[in-house]
């Protein structure tokens, strides 16, 4: 019987695909054709594939302790109720004068195992808004967009919005941004609508769309003020959130779906049915639940035990969108403590919903058996800070500067855009804000160093 020394390419990529992104992280030191291998484009997409057909992992991220902080979390194979997480090192800072200063980041969106993340820096009392990246945690690699105008601050011109993050039928990766300045300048009007602004990965600048819609939604009397920056769900290639129905003398403050086609770029609503009523304190929230868009209540403030509500809407292009009701949560009672926002995360698995419940003392991860109809905490001891934010992600070798620049890490032309971000070319910070406040287009000179490549990523000699 002939010996079979080496395994054809196909088989070992269906091998490889198989396996956990960490395991494929190390196998890329084994040797070159290892490495060219897990490079190559066809097993990135062939890797994704697989990973979306698993169960979804949890990303935690909080600016509270370290640098941003950063946490991949799933399911011990081993232990059904037991959790494991591992840290994921995403250090970024800017420099001046020789002194680090540390960005906080907000995880705005997911696509395809990228993060989009808002970051910002504190100056005094004020949250300066740095920039966007896109940024493969697994990987370690990150690209900045370009600034745009909807800046958003926490100090001067206050600005609420919502930013999505997908891709097109075609393969492109677009971010949007839709904003509404308020404050107390004199440029602002208190009667602009939603100003919208929409990027390609790897354009050089964005593109102004129109959005004939004034605000977003938020209950006057919801106890929990709305976040500054929130994310837009993606799903096959559309982009959704939730604003305010233009007031009529009939209606007053309702809230519709506002719907982002990525491939034409163009803009729809969905409005919901008469029965569906809107309890008081409660804030609306949307979350992808088994490949449709989920509508639930965000309970805010409350000592009883409680019903929260969702129903999932079935886009259909061809018969209408349909709405129907889903799912009643009672939520337990948590001791003495009071809930400030009880709010749906994602599902992840068949029988998982995820829900991050926010007390006086500090987040919860909790986990609700849809069989079982029991809620479940999720705790890593000396792991999980007291403060947290989730999202549902998708872990894959997606690299997003390959992406922003055109090319595969196979071209000699590819360079490397590591994570430590520098401003240069101010003489003071002030400056560099002032900059900032003044010419709310202007983009700050970046140079970049890859000083914080993981030792499994370095190419094998």
């Not at 609420?160 to 300048?185: C, H, M, R, W």
Request: proline share 5%; hydrophobic share 35%; net charge positive.
């Amino acid at each position: 019987m002939k010996e079979v020394k080496h395994l054809p390419c196909e088989i070992v990529s269906e091998i490889l695909s198989r396996l956990p992104i960490e395991s494929l992280m190390q196998f890329k030191s084994v040797c070159k054709i290892w490495f060219s291998l897990i490079e190559d484009p066809s097993f990135v997409k062939l890797q994704l594939k697989r990973a979306k057909s698993r169960p979804r992992r949890l990303i935690l991220w909080s600016n509270q302790v370290r640098k941003n902080w950063v946490l991949l979390l799933d399911r011990d194979k081993e232990g059904k109720d037991m959790w494991k997480g591992r840290d994921i090192s995403l250090e970024y800072t800017f420099k001046y004068e020789k002194q680090d200063h540390c960005l906080n980041f907000i995880i705005v969106g997911s696509c395809n195992g990228l993060l989009c993340m808002v970051s910002t820096f504190w100056y005094g009392c004020c949250s300066i808004f740095y920039g966007i990246f896109i940024c493969n945690p697994i990987t370690q690699e990150c690209t900045m967009l370009p600034v745009g105008g909807g800046r958003f601050f926490n100090g001067g011109n206050i600005v609420e919005g919502q930013i999505g993050f997908g891709v097109d039928s075609s393969g492109k990766y677009k971010v949007i941004q839709i904003f509404k300045k308020l404050g107390f300048s004199s440029d602002v009007d208190d009667d602009c609508g939603l100003k919208g602004e929409i990027i390609t990965l790897g354009e050089s600048s964005w593109r102004e769309i129109e959005i004939p819609y004034q605000s977003f939604y938020s209950r006057d009397d919801s106890w929990r003020k709305r976040r500054a920056i929130e994310g837009m769900v993606f799903m096959n290639g559309v982009l959704y959130c939730i604003i305010q129905k233009p007031t009529t003398h009939e209606v007053s403050n309702q809230p519709i779906i506002l719907v982002f086609n990525l491939d034409d770029e163009k803009f729809s609503t969905i409005e919901f049915r008469p029965f569906i009523e809107f309890p008081p304190y409660y804030e609306l929230g949307l979350t992808e639940i088994k490949g449709s868009l989920a509508l639930h209540h965000r309970l805010d403030f409350y000592d009883e035990p409680s019903i929260l509500r969702m129903w999932l809407i079935d886009i259909n292009k061809s018969k209408g969108n349909q709405l129907y009701h889903c799912d009643h949560t009672r939520v337990p009672k948590m001791g003495r403590n009071f809930f400030v926002c009880f709010d749906l995360v994602g599902m992840l698995s068949n029988n998982l919903l995820l829900y991050t419940v926010e007390i006086e003392r500090g987040t919860l991860l909790l986990v609700h058996c849809l069989e079982k109809k029991q809620f479940m905490r999720v705790q890593i001891p000396q792991a999980i800070p007291s403060r947290f934010q989730a999202k549902s992600f998708v872990p894959s070798l997606v690299s997003p500067i390959a992406i922003a620049c055109g090319k595969t890490k196979k071209d000699g032309r590819y360079k490397f855009q590591g994570l430590h971000l520098e401003v240069v070319g101010y003489s003071s910070l002030w400056e560099f804000m002032s900059s900032c406040l003044l010419h709310p287009t202007f983009s700050p000179t970046l140079s970049y160093k890859s000083q914080y490549l993981p030792h499994w990523y370095r190419h094998p000699n």
